[in-house]
């Protein structure tokens, strides 16, 4: 396949020249790695790992260096994922042999090590450009990265240039993966058992992930801690582009084997497992936290990570990271939370991660035992276990090696439980771990725990699309509880009681919940919070969580939703001994409540999910987009509840909070406690005002992109003009932008009446990118990538205005495919859409008769630069392209005139191509067909025994009528593989 030199040059050259010159990796051509394996089909260096193996362990015998070999690349395992997480475990501790050292032991179990982790520079690490695979069909994946011959990275590189450049990358590695049922026997997945990263890049974006995963958790590689970007610049002499940030972040030496050795972890998330690599703010926050508390001086402090942003993982990370460190000497690490959900969901991820023998302190006295003895334990406990009958809590340990992490800092560190904690573990070193944390005058995070060691904020998370904006919209303030309404409510229900009377029934009888969850309240906001869900959230996709004041509040939203219609919600309340025959319905067991919420982030139903104080905190559902908080929440709890709708998902970008309750003047509350520069857009509180800028705005550069095609009377000639005005490649990229801008913007405001102005230029724009797309590439659906509340307003106008049937491919084949020229006013616009047609025709034909349709696009380039050198008119160009298109519609005519067969000429073109006088096998290429045709059965394409049983019928063919001798082997290969094209079945 042709490279794009924009590729080589602007892309895989500059990543190598990083990798060479600044990094200290060393290049080896695609032949030299040849010459280290066995095989195109063994994708590790063979030679490379024993010669390393050989140095790292310079006791083992050639047998066994042989044996480690083969426990490397032999792995048993029944999927490439099983096989990559025991060479990970291989690649960090090493594989063991039996070997006698002679030092009086006998033949014993021996650790071989594949990398060394202490002295980095007695690894090799090799780059390798254009990498051949050999699997069902052969794979090149542009670098790979090898440590000690192991295959460790993988970087697939993509022209900026070309249109959805990052999207290409990534679906290029996910064949290469076959990480879905399209890319069936079509990658090299023996590449991916070793594999540890990979990274999808066009140069001026670079994204990093690891095996298998979901496009939405691909980011960028921001900081190259601990360089800086200045220091990038300073090293380059240029400005650092993403690419540059990513390599230096993740494959300087130190980094690469870091990552490799402390930072992936295989999480088993609902009978699955999920392999996740850190992202930058997880490993600088992990590397920053160990640096600080093995300085002399000891410091503890906290970590200030967004929510959303992977605090768990953070907190998993770097307790690998304290338990490895040899100055730390086998520490002990107390995981602290304050809610059970939390700490259930901690120890489960360092359970599910691998983390060796996480102990979960059952009760105060369980705690009290691990703690008294600690002997390089990691326990997991709340903060409601440092509880004591006694009136002064003991002190367990004055022992200095312990590091208690504390998630959620900012809550539950200000009281008698943290005292005793902190009493209980005298010289400890205290990490704590918040989205939000507190400075004021009672509850100082800082004060509480130091300095802050690492800060990811809210704005950086969005920035790097770890996470979405929050909207916040007040609705139906007359159903909001304020004071007023029970002033007025008391003087209706207790007229004719004393003023004192009537206080003291308000206090027993009459309170703001009561009120907020009478039935025909909760009704009117549910028809509201419906209508809201169905028009602005429904239409995209995506879930909502509504959150009730108490717990028979949210029976009520369930019963008032069910009356309406809609049974596609779930509700999560706790159970209590003696509960009223009301509640009994929403008993439901840990397991139950858990296979709900695996539905609701998993399947289609639930699509709304009631509670009252479930799932506020440490909660996520990426499809989750709305919040609707009828709840008297405040101050933290407020925060941390808004951000469950922050997650990111495909097509989401935002999460909007809907406030039934009135907690304007709350969330001012919540968020005054911050500095006004750190909460700067923590939540929008006036989004509607704020986004409509930005939508005229972006409208104005959508339409304002066709400024410079000259306007005429006719409505279509212009439109026709304008799609023609994308014809080149970098222009239908820039287009795509603006209008893709546009239409996020437009989506955010409907159904807003302000947005609807702007619906009739999306509608005309959309033609235009539909009509360009249709004749200019190949792309699928044009306006599938597009919100679902936007697309329906297009997709009414194209049925309403038959939009599709003026601009829909149409086969060149089709007896409408004259007539749809016919309606193109310009020879330009005729001449467009018969390149673009044949061109189209050419990408599907290519495979299956490759010498036919590449002498057709030879003609059809010949054409066009001819034009471009004005050597010939439109007029010329309209003719020459139209002579063309006849010959792609009869390539049986072609057939005919070398007086063969239309299914045997594909076969015999390939064969003539190789030699000079070709006419003496065209018979030769009539049999050849024929032994094909003889073996095919169904999926034969994947019976190795097949083709092989082909190939010798085919070679055997072809040495009877005396085709060169040392073309042979080669031709064989190839005439099957066009067969395999060719022929389905």
Same mark, same amino acid.
């Given at each position: 396949?042709?490279?794009?030199?924009? &590729?080589?040059?602007?892309?895989?050259?500059?990543?190598?020249?990083?990798?060479?010159?600044? #990094?200290?990796?060393?290049?080896?051509?695609?032949?030299?790695?040849?010459?280290?394996?066995?095989?195109?089909?063994?994708?590790?260096?063979?030679?490379?790992?024993? +010669?390393?193996?050989?140095?790292?362990?310079?006791?083992?015998?050639?047998?066994?260096?042989?044996?480690?070999?083969?426990?490397?690349?032999?792995?048993?395992?029944?999927?490439?994922?099983?096989?990559?997480?025991?060479?990970?475990?291989?690649? /960090?501790?090493?594989?063991?042999?039996?070997?006698?050292?002679?030092?009086?032991?006998?033949?014993?179990?021996?650790?071989?090590?594949?990398? /060394?982790?202490?002295?980095?520079?007695?690894?090799?690490?090799?780059?390798?450009?254009?990498? %051949?695979?050999?699997?069902?069909?052969?794979?090149?994946?542009?670098? $790979?990265?090898?440590?000690?011959?192991?295959?460790?990275?993988?970087?697939?590189?993509? %022209?900026?240039?070309?249109?959805?450049?990052?999207?290409?990358?990534?679906?290029?590695?996910?064949?290469?993966?076959?990480?879905?049922?399209?890319?069936?026997?079509?990658?090299?997945?023996?590449?991916?058992?070793? $594999?540890?990263?990979?990274?999808?890049?066009?140069?001026?974006?670079?994204?990093?992930?690891?095996?298998?995963?979901?496009?939405?958790?691909?980011?960028?590689?921001?900081?190259?801690?601990? #360089?800086?970007?200045?220091?990038?610049?300073?090293?380059?002499?240029?400005?650092?582009?993403?690419?540059?940030?990513?390599?230096?972040?993740?494959?300087?030496?130190? @980094?690469?084997?870091?990552?490799?050795?402390?930072?992936?972890?295989?999480?088993?998330?609902?009978?699955?497992?999920?392999?996740?690599?850190?992202?930058?703010?997880?490993?600088?926050?992990?590397?920053?936290?160990?640096?600080? =508390?093995?300085?002399?001086?000891?410091?503890?402090?906290? =970590?200030?990570?967004?929510?959303?942003?992977?605090?768990?993982?953070?907190?998993?990370?770097?307790?690998?990271?304290?338990?490895? @460190?040899?100055?730390?000497?086998?520490?002990?690490?107390?995981?602290?939370?304050?809610?059970?959900?939390?700490?259930?969901?901690?120890?489960?991820?360092?359970?599910?991660?691998?983390?060796?023998?996480?102990?979960?302190?059952?009760?105060?006295?369980?705690?009290? &035992?691990?703690?008294?003895?600690?002997?390089?334990?990691?326990?997991?406990?709340?903060?409601?276990?440092?509880?004591?009958?006694?009136?002064?809590?003991?002190?367990?340990?004055?022992?200095?090696?312990?590091?208690?992490?504390?998630?959620?800092?900012?809550?539950?560190?200000?009281?008698?439980?943290?005292?005793?904690?902190?009493?209980?573990?005298?010289? $400890?070193?205290?990490?704590?771990?918040?989205?939000?944390? *507190?400075?004021?005058?009672?509850?100082?995070?800082?004060?509480?725990?130091?300095?802050?060691?690492?800060?990811?904020?809210?704005?950086?998370?969005?920035?790097?699309?770890?996470?979405?904006?929050?909207?916040?919209?007040?609705?139906?303030?007359?159903?909001?509880? $304020?004071?007023?309404?029970?002033?007025?409510?008391?003087?209706?229900?207790?007229?004719?009681?004393?003023?004192?009377?009537?206080?003291?029934?308000?206090?027993?009888?009459?309170?703001?919940?009561?009120?907020?969850?009478?039935?025909?309240?909760?009704?009117?906001?549910?028809?509201?919070?419906?209508?809201?869900?169905?028009?602005?959230?429904?239409?995209?996709?995506?879930?909502?969580?509504?959150?009730?004041?108490?717990?028979?509040?949210?029976?009520?939203?369930?019963?008032?939703?069910?009356?309406?219609?809609?049974?596609?919600?779930?509700?999560?309340?706790?159970?209590?001994?003696?509960?009223? +025959?009301?509640?009994?319905?929403?008993?439901?067991?840990?397991?139950?409540?858990?296979?709900?919420?695996?539905?609701?982030?998993?399947?289609?139903?639930?699509?709304?999910?009631?509670?009252?104080?479930?799932?506020?905190?440490?909660?996520?559902?990426?499809?989750?987009?709305?919040?609707?908080?009828? %709840?008297?929440?405040?101050?933290?709890?407020?925060?941390?509840?808004?951000?469950?709708?922050?997650?990111?998902?495909?097509?989401?970008?935002?999460?909007?909070?809907? !406030?039934?309750?009135?907690?304007?003047?709350?969330?001012? /509350?919540?968020? %005054?406690?911050?500095?006004?520069?750190?909460?700067?857009?923590?939540?929008?509180?006036?989004?509607?005002?704020?986004?409509?800028?930005? #939508?005229?705005?972006?409208?104005?550069?959508?339409?304002?992109?066709?400024?410079?095609?000259?306007?005429?009377?006719?409505?279509?000639?212009?439109?026709?003009?304008?799609?023609?005005?994308?014809?080149?490649?970098?222009?239908?990229?820039?287009?795509?932008?603006?209008?893709?801008?546009?239409?996020?913007?437009?989506?955010?405001?409907?159904?807003?009446?302000?947005?609807?102005?702007?619906?009739? /230029?999306?509608?005309?724009?959309?033609?235009?990118?539909?009509?360009?797309?249709?004749?200019?590439?190949?792309?699928?659906?044009?306006?599938?990538?597009?919100?679902?509340?936007?697309?329906?307003?297009?997709?009414?106008?194209?049925?309403?205005?038959?939009?599709?049937?003026?601009?829909?491919?149409?086969?060149?084949?089709?007896?409408?495919?004259?007539?749809? =020229?016919?309606?193109?006013?310009?020879? !330009?616009?005729?001449?467009?859409?018969?390149?673009?047609?044949?061109?189209?025709?050419?990408?599907?034909?290519?495979?299956? !008769?490759?010498?036919?349709?590449?002498?057709?696009?030879?003609?059809?380039?010949?054409?066009?630069?001819?034009?471009?050198?004005?050597?010939?008119?439109?007029?010329?160009?309209?003719?020459?392209?139209?002579?063309?298109?006849?010959?792609?519609? @009869?390539?049986?005519?072609?057939?005919?005139?070398?007086?063969?067969?239309?299914?045997?000429?594909?076969?015999?073109?390939?064969?003539?191509?190789?030699?000079?006088?070709?006419?003496?096998?065209?018979?030769?290429?009539?049999? *050849?067909?024929?032994?094909?045709?003889?073996?095919?059965?169904?999926?034969?394409?994947?019976?190795?025994?097949?083709?092989?049983?082909?190939?010798?019928?085919?070679?055997?063919?072809?040495?009877?009528?005396?085709?060169?001798?040392?073309?042979?082997?080669?031709?064989?290969?190839?005439?099957?593989?066009?067969?395999?094209?060719?022929?389905?079945?």
């Amino acid at each position: 396949m042709t490279r794009d030199p924009k &590729e080589l040059t602007e892309v895989e050259n500059p990543a190598v020249e990083v990798l060479t010159r600044h #990094l200290g990796w060393t290049e080896r051509t695609a032949r030299e790695a040849d010459a280290l394996r066995p095989s195109r089909k063994e994708p590790v260096l063979v030679g490379l790992l024993k +010669e390393k193996i050989r140095d790292l362990n310079p006791w083992i015998s050639e047998e066994n260096i042989d044996r480690a070999v083969y426990q490397l690349t032999s792995i048993p395992a029944s999927s490439v994922l099983e096989a990559n997480e025991k060479i990970h475990v291989m690649l /960090d501790l090493g594989t063991t042999v039996l070997q006698d050292l002679g030092d009086g032991w006998g033949e014993r179990s021996r650790t071989v090590r594949l990398i /060394d982790y202490d002295t980095i520079e007695n690894n090799d690490f090799t780059v390798v450009r254009q990498y %051949s695979i050999e699997h069902y069909t052969e794979c090149i994946p542009d670098i $790979a990265l090898f440590v000690n011959g192991i295959p460790i990275g993988i970087v697939e590189c993509k %022209s900026p240039y070309i249109v959805r450049a990052m999207a290409e990358a990534l679906k290029q590695l996910n064949r290469y993966q076959e990480n879905g049922s399209g890319f069936r026997n079509q990658g090299c997945p023996q590449l991916f058992r070793t $594999a540890q990263f990979l990274i999808a890049t066009h140069g001026t974006v670079a994204r990093f992930g690891t095996n298998y995963t979901p496009l939405r958790h691909w980011a960028e590689w921001k900081d190259p801690w601990p #360089l800086t970007l200045e220091d990038l610049t300073l090293t380059l002499g240029r400005l650092p582009t993403s690419q540059d940030a990513l390599l230096f972040g993740t494959c300087s030496k130190n @980094n690469l084997l870091d990552l490799i050795q402390n930072c992936i972890v295989f999480e088993r998330e609902d009978g699955r497992v999920v392999k996740k690599v850190a992202k930058y703010p997880q490993f600088r926050a992990a590397n920053k936290i160990l640096a600080q =508390v093995t300085a002399p001086e000891r410091r503890g402090g906290f =970590v200030w990570h967004w929510q959303g942003s992977g605090k768990s993982l953070t907190m998993e990370f770097t307790a690998v990271k304290l338990r490895r @460190n040899r100055a730390l000497a086998n520490p002990t690490i107390v995981v602290v939370t304050d809610r059970t959900d939390l700490d259930q969901q901690i120890h489960g991820t360092f359970l599910h991660c691998g983390f060796p023998n996480p102990v979960n302190a059952a009760s105060a006295a369980d705690l009290k &035992e691990a703690l008294s003895r600690p002997v390089g334990q990691t326990v997991m406990t709340t903060i409601q276990k440092f509880q004591d009958a006694a009136e002064v809590y003991p002190t367990l340990t004055e022992e200095r090696n312990i590091f208690v992490l504390v998630d959620e800092a900012h809550r539950s560190q200000y009281t008698i439980l943290a005292a005793n904690m902190r009493k209980a573990l005298p010289n $400890a070193c205290f990490i704590g771990f918040t989205g939000t944390p *507190i400075s004021q005058k009672k509850r100082d995070t800082f004060a509480e725990f130091g300095p802050c060691i690492d800060r990811y904020d809210h704005r950086q998370s969005v920035k790097d699309g770890i996470t979405v904006p929050i909207y916040y919209e007040g609705r139906m303030s007359k159903l909001s509880i $304020a004071g007023n309404n029970l002033k007025d409510l008391s003087e209706r229900l207790f007229a004719g009681y004393s003023e004192e009377q009537r206080a003291k029934f308000m206090r027993k009888y009459v309170t703001k919940t009561a009120i907020a969850i009478a039935p025909e309240r909760v009704r009117r906001i549910s028809e509201d919070l419906l209508e809201h869900y169905r028009t602005r959230i429904e239409p995209n996709g995506f879930k909502a969580q509504i959150v009730a004041p108490n717990r028979l509040g949210a029976v009520r939203y369930k019963e008032a939703l069910d009356a309406l219609g809609r049974h596609d919600s779930a509700v999560l309340i706790s159970k209590m001994h003696n509960d009223e +025959e009301h509640y009994r319905p929403y008993h439901i067991s840990r397991t139950e409540e858990q296979e709900i919420i695996r539905r609701y982030k998993e399947e289609d139903d639930p699509k709304i999910i009631i509670v009252c104080d479930k799932l506020l905190t440490g909660f996520d559902a990426p499809r989750e987009q709305v919040m609707y908080l009828d %709840s008297p929440l405040k101050e933290h709890t407020l925060l941390q509840a808004m951000g469950r709708v922050n997650r990111r998902y495909k097509g989401k970008s935002y999460g909007l909070v809907v !406030d039934y309750w009135g907690l304007g003047g709350a969330l001012r /509350d919540a968020l %005054s406690m911050y500095d006004d520069n750190d909460i700067e857009g923590l939540v929008h509180t006036d989004f509607k005002r704020e986004i409509l800028p930005h #939508l005229q705005a972006a409208h104005r550069a959508a339409i304002n992109f066709f400024a410079p095609v000259p306007r005429v009377s006719r409505k279509d000639d212009y439109k026709q003009a304008c799609i023609l005005y994308l014809k080149p490649e970098d222009y239908r990229i820039a287009f795509d932008q603006v209008f893709k801008q546009f239409s996020q913007y437009l989506d955010m405001l409907l159904p807003d009446p302000e947005a609807l102005r702007y619906v009739s /230029d999306l509608r005309w724009l959309a033609d235009i990118r539909i009509g360009a797309r249709n004749m200019f590439s190949e792309d699928d659906d044009p306006i599938e990538d597009i919100e679902a509340k936007v697309r329906t307003f297009i997709d009414e106008h194209v049925r309403a205005d038959g939009v599709i049937s003026v601009f829909e491919p149409v086969s060149i084949y089709s007896t409408d495919f004259k007539a749809e =020229v016919g309606r193109l006013s310009s020879d !330009d616009a005729k001449a467009s859409m018969i390149e673009h047609a044949v061109k189209r025709e050419i990408h599907l034909k290519l495979e299956e !008769d490759p010498i036919f349709y590449e002498s057709l696009l030879d003609r059809l380039n010949r054409i066009l630069q001819e034009y471009e050198q004005q050597q010939i008119s439109s007029a010329e160009r309209l003719a020459c392209l139209t002579a063309v298109l006849d010959d792609a519609k @009869n390539p049986q005519r072609h057939a005919e005139t070398l007086g063969l067969d239309p299914e045997v000429a594909p076969f015999y073109l390939v064969m003539a191509a190789e030699i000079e006088n070709p006419e003496r096998f065209k018979e030769a290429a009539s049999d *050849i067909c024929a032994v094909i045709r003889g073996h095919t059965v169904i999926d034969w394409q994947q019976k190795e025994n097949t083709k092989r049983m082909m190939r010798q019928n085919v070679k055997r063919v072809l040495r009877s009528v005396g085709y060169p001798q040392d073309k042979v082997q080669d031709m064989a290969a190839r005439l099957i593989e066009l067969a395999a094209r060719r022929y389905r079945g």
